[in-house]
């Protein structure tokens, strides 16, 4: 194997490795969103009319995908924390020193965060079925496969843009700054939390703007495996042709940054 | 010679912001040498070490590690040089060993050469029976032979080091000495190592002294000690201040005044020790004589001490 991919491996088993001697991490990651899920599922269920969306539309299910990408989202803000704490206790020194392509430093650290984003969101998606007495819908074991890769691909954008706002960020309580108004809000705006459909024009289009929005999306077609997912949302191609540029574009952002300091 | 010289630094320059770090400092180090970078904090020597490891690009002037400028040929230096940085850079919830294996991986090797090179390493630090540890639970000292270590584990042909006994023990200071004059010895590797101390710098080979960013000396401890002559004499007195020039006026030389204290160096020194005491009577409470050293010869360089404002923070 070259250096290069030695480098990527060896810094994703880190985090991996890193993951599993801190096991307390992940309660915040998922239990949040979970406990999220069920108070804000069955308090809203009442109140959820849609404009548009089928008769018997539970908020219970409506918000599933986006409890996933809630889970998918805060873990890649914990493995963005970790760039910044990376930095701090000094371990970054000697990585930015070896004779290795940025992108392959950028490439470990990002596809560590997704692997344990991928794990969470999937650990979420698989007790779903147990509650499917309380919550009165089911997902095909298919479903878990397709929900899979979306995530993964979800969470390789939300690392790598994670990455690319820590690294500008000297101190974690910075980093909480800009996850309260630019990562969660860009969450809230993704059609994971409400559907776009009835909501003031500007707010439209800021969730059309938002690449999170065809995250969340891409999620709901690979839930129901189907182009009908019972709303107006964007196409099945443009969610997963945008989730993959922005995933792509981040990635090549941000070996720019690391060259840069 | 070029084929001698294992770092060339040129006219080198670095501002941060209004600030100017390092003003035209040219030195080199030739291959096989330890060569040191004195300095008070603040000198410009960690600034010079960024530059040279790749961290930093300077705002001027050029650095080469044997032969390949470090602002235009970034990884071919990176794959001649091991880097032991001031702050450590193990990670702490990793095992020793794990650190180095994941070191390993940064240079391209991998599986059974790694795991020997890395065993091999360990023994010539006197860690091998603490591979399995997680860093966090190592002394400082012993955490900086790790780094130390990792440093090494590419067989680079010039090893690069940040104030290296930073937060050791005089014991463990001494101790990492003797394991990188060890290691140097046994794989012919080039030092350059930044210092704040003496009796680190006495070590090296060959020095440059830097002072607010201007190299202010360079030579062998010995050459630059010797350039100081004689002796050097420190004479305490309550009116130091109207001392120096009167002792100026009687027996030469170029007495200085510096905390309270006249000092000034002459040749013979033991036998003008008396004269002197003869000669103010009641003005000396205290005559020092000693063979010159680094700091006397940073204080005839720049004027002023090694410590200034540093001793009172």
Redesign the interface.
């Given at each position: 194997?070259?250096?290069a991919a030695?480098?990527t491996?060896?810094?994703w088993r880190?985090e991996v490795?890193?993951f599993l001697?801190?096991r307390n991490r992940v309660m915040g990651a998922l239990l949040q969103p979970i406990i999220f899920w069920f108070l804000f599922g069955f308090g809203l269920g009442a109140s959820f009319r849609p404009s548009e969306a089928p008769e018997g539309l539970s908020y219970l299910e409506y918000y599933f995908p986006g409890t996933i990408a809630l889970i998918v989202l805060f873990t890649a803000i914990f493995s963005s924390i970790s760039i910044i704490e990376d930095r701090n206790?000094?371990?970054l020194?000697?990585?930015?020193?070896?004779?290795?392509p940025r992108l392959s430093i950028v490439l470990g650290k990002v596809l560590g965060g997704a692997t344990l984003a991928l794990i969470h969101g999937l650990v979420f998606a698989l007790l779903a079925p147990l509650f499917a007495p309380l919550t009165g819908f089911q997902i095909h074991p298919l479903s878990f496969l397709y929900l899979a890769g979306t995530m993964l691909m979800v969470a390789v954008g939300l690392s790598a843009i994670g990455f690319t706002l820590a690294w500008r960020t000297d101190s974690v309580g910075g980093f909480h700054a800009i996850m309260s108004v630019i990562l969660f809000p860009m969450w809230l705006l993704s059609g994971a939390f409400f559907p776009a459909a009835g909501v003031p024009t500007f707010l439209q289009w800021l969730m059309l703007l938002n690449p999170m929005t065809y995250g969340v999306g891409a999620m709901r077609y690979a839930m129901y495996r189907s182009t009908d997912v019972g709303m107006e949302i964007p196409s099945l191609g443009v969610c997963f042709g945008v989730t993959l540029g922005f995933a792509g574009l981040m990635l090549s952002l941000a070996p720019r940054l690391l060259k840069k300091s | 010679m070029a084929g001698n010289d294992a770092v060339v630094v040129n006219e080198l320059c670095h501002s941060y912001g209004d600030r100017q770090a390092l003003k035209n400092v040219s030195f080199t180090a030739a291959a096989r040498e330890t060569f040191g970078l004195l300095g008070p904090n603040g000198g410009g020597k960690t600034t010079t070490f960024r530059i040279l490891?790749?961290?930093l690009r300077a705002s001027g002037g050029t650095a080469t590690i044997f032969g390949d400028d470090v602002a235009s040929r970034p990884?071919?230096v990176?794959?001649s040089?091991g880097?032991v940085?001031q702050?450590?850079?193990?990670?702490?919830?990793?095992t020793v060993l794990?650190n180095l294996?994941?070191?390993g991986?940064?240079?391209?090797?991998?599986g059974r050469e790694l795991q020997q090179r890395a065993a091999e390493l360990l023994d010539r630090v006197g860690m091998q029976d603490r591979a399995k540890e997680k860093v966090e639970s190592l002394s400082g000292g012993l955490k900086r032979r790790v780094e130390l270590a990792?440093g090494l584990l590419h067989r680079p042909r010039l090893l690069l080091l940040d104030e290296p006994s930073t937060g050791l023990d005089p014991g463990a200071r001494i101790d990492m000495w003797e394991y990188l004059a060890r290691l140097q010895e046994s794989d012919g590797v080039t030092v350059l190592v930044t210092t704040h101390l003496m009796e680190e710098a006495a070590k090296c080979h060959h020095l440059g002294i830097l002072d607010e960013g201007s190299l202010v000396a360079a030579g062998s401890p010995e050459e630059l000690c010797r350039e100081v002559g004689g002796d050097v004499l420190i004479v305490e007195s309550e009116s130091a201040d109207s001392l120096a020039p009167k002792i100026r006026e009687r027996f030469g030389g170029e007495p200085k005044v510096l905390d309270g204290q006249v000092r000034f160096e002459r040749e013979e020194g033991h036998r003008f020790v008396p004269e002197l005491i003869e000669a103010f009577p009641g003005e000396i409470e205290a005559v020092y004589f000693g063979k010159p050293t680094l700091e006397d010869v940073f204080i005839r360089r720049t004027g002023h001490r090694f410590w200034t404002e540093e001793a009172a923070s």
């Amino acid at each position: 194997m070259s250096a290069a991919a030695l480098t990527t491996y060896s810094l994703w088993r880190r985090e991996v490795i890193r993951f599993l001697r801190q096991r307390n991490r992940v309660m915040g990651a998922l239990l949040q969103p979970i406990i999220f899920w069920f108070l804000f599922g069955f308090g809203l269920g009442a109140s959820f009319r849609p404009s548009e969306a089928p008769e018997g539309l539970s908020y219970l299910e409506y918000y599933f995908p986006g409890t996933i990408a809630l889970i998918v989202l805060f873990t890649a803000i914990f493995s963005s924390i970790s760039i910044i704490e990376d930095r701090n206790e000094g371990f970054l020194q000697s990585v930015l020193v070896a004779p290795v392509p940025r992108l392959s430093i950028v490439l470990g650290k990002v596809l560590g965060g997704a692997t344990l984003a991928l794990i969470h969101g999937l650990v979420f998606a698989l007790l779903a079925p147990l509650f499917a007495p309380l919550t009165g819908f089911q997902i095909h074991p298919l479903s878990f496969l397709y929900l899979a890769g979306t995530m993964l691909m979800v969470a390789v954008g939300l690392s790598a843009i994670g990455f690319t706002l820590a690294w500008r960020t000297d101190s974690v309580g910075g980093f909480h700054a800009i996850m309260s108004v630019i990562l969660f809000p860009m969450w809230l705006l993704s059609g994971a939390f409400f559907p776009a459909a009835g909501v003031p024009t500007f707010l439209q289009w800021l969730m059309l703007l938002n690449p999170m929005t065809y995250g969340v999306g891409a999620m709901r077609y690979a839930m129901y495996r189907s182009t009908d997912v019972g709303m107006e949302i964007p196409s099945l191609g443009v969610c997963f042709g945008v989730t993959l540029g922005f995933a792509g574009l981040m990635l090549s952002l941000a070996p720019r940054l690391l060259k840069k300091s | 010679m070029a084929g001698n010289d294992a770092v060339v630094v040129n006219e080198l320059c670095h501002s941060y912001g209004d600030r100017q770090a390092l003003k035209n400092v040219s030195f080199t180090a030739a291959a096989r040498e330890t060569f040191g970078l004195l300095g008070p904090n603040g000198g410009g020597k960690t600034t010079t070490f960024r530059i040279l490891s790749t961290s930093l690009r300077a705002s001027g002037g050029t650095a080469t590690i044997f032969g390949d400028d470090v602002a235009s040929r970034p990884d071919a230096v990176r794959r001649s040089i091991g880097v032991v940085f001031q702050s450590p850079s193990l990670d702490k919830k990793l095992t020793v060993l794990e650190n180095l294996i994941h070191q390993g991986h940064l240079y391209g090797l991998s599986g059974r050469e790694l795991q020997q090179r890395a065993a091999e390493l360990l023994d010539r630090v006197g860690m091998q029976d603490r591979a399995k540890e997680k860093v966090e639970s190592l002394s400082g000292g012993l955490k900086r032979r790790v780094e130390l270590a990792k440093g090494l584990l590419h067989r680079p042909r010039l090893l690069l080091l940040d104030e290296p006994s930073t937060g050791l023990d005089p014991g463990a200071r001494i101790d990492m000495w003797e394991y990188l004059a060890r290691l140097q010895e046994s794989d012919g590797v080039t030092v350059l190592v930044t210092t704040h101390l003496m009796e680190e710098a006495a070590k090296c080979h060959h020095l440059g002294i830097l002072d607010e960013g201007s190299l202010v000396a360079a030579g062998s401890p010995e050459e630059l000690c010797r350039e100081v002559g004689g002796d050097v004499l420190i004479v305490e007195s309550e009116s130091a201040d109207s001392l120096a020039p009167k002792i100026r006026e009687r027996f030469g030389g170029e007495p200085k005044v510096l905390d309270g204290q006249v000092r000034f160096e002459r040749e013979e020194g033991h036998r003008f020790v008396p004269e002197l005491i003869e000669a103010f009577p009641g003005e000396i409470e205290a005559v020092y004589f000693g063979k010159p050293t680094l700091e006397d010869v940073f204080i005839r360089r720049t004027g002023h001490r090694f410590w200034t404002e540093e001793a009172a923070s």
